[in-house]
């Protein structure tokens, strides 16, 4: 019963916001270094903001 309460959607400060936190950054972490990988520039470079 506590690993579903974990993991569910709530919103303000709780475990499951925690969590969702961390799953959400490491998605976040990991595209941009694919990206970087992919197209040989820095992220703000392929967006072209530098």
């Known amino acids: 019963m506590q690993e579903q309460k974990r993991n569910a959607w709530n ?3 709780s475990e499951g916001a925690e969590n969702w936190n961390g799953r959400l950054a490491m998605i976040g972490f ?13 992220l703000l470079h392929f967006w072209g903001l530098m």
Do not use: D, T
């Not at 990991?30 to 820095?42: D, K, R, Y």
């Open 11 to 13: 919103w303000g400060f």
């Open 30 to 42: 990991s595209a941009a270094v694919i990206i970087e990988l992919v197209s040989g520039q820095g």
